[in-house]
């Protein structure tokens, strides 16, 4: 069944919601609780670069495990097109931080007051070329001192595979991880979450 409303259909659902989670506190307790990266795992059932990667999608029974298996936050896809999302997967939307890909964007987003949180795609969305040393590149120097000044919380995101790349990305500087691929297209979310940071990271807590 496709599914598509109105933008005005989802006024009421969205105001009867309860109120949004503070993010940026969820990524930070998660952080503190368990000295990992936070994870944000994202529900998406197909992508641009990689086209249907889950065929047996059932987007709330998927995002329950993804917390219950230590997820801090869930980023759910609402496009229709390219990521064969929908609204309905989505019953409020809440939060947004800002994305960069290169060293012009990052500097332009570092003159923003008040910015709390950035994510570094290591995806080149132009390309769809894949590297995790840009989140590195994008961490060095002055930018890095920078971002530590403004306790800015940064997040690692695309091609995420391994507990060696969540380990490089942590080294690099970020605290939390935006995750879609590597964890959707395994049957089991608890087993995917806990492969991808190399133990079971629901109960963990910082050693
Ligand atoms: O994923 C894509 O192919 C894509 C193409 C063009 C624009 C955005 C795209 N993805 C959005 C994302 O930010 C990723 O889904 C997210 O970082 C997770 O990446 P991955 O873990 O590699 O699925």
New binding site residues.
Partial sequence: MKERRPLYMLKGPLEAAPPARDFVGALKASYDRTGLPALIA?V?KA????GVIRENFDPVQIAQAYEKNGAACLSVLTDEK?FQGSFYNLEAIRNAGV?VHDEREMDRVLGIDGVQLIGI?N?N?ET?E?DITNTKKLLEGERGQVIAQKDVIVVG????FTPDDISFVQNAGVKAV?????LIKQEDPGKAIAGLFGKDISHAGAT
């Fill in positions: 994202e998406k992508s641009p670069s990689r390219y994305q795609n995806r969305l769809f894949v995101e695309s091609a995420l935006l995750v879609g691929e590597s």
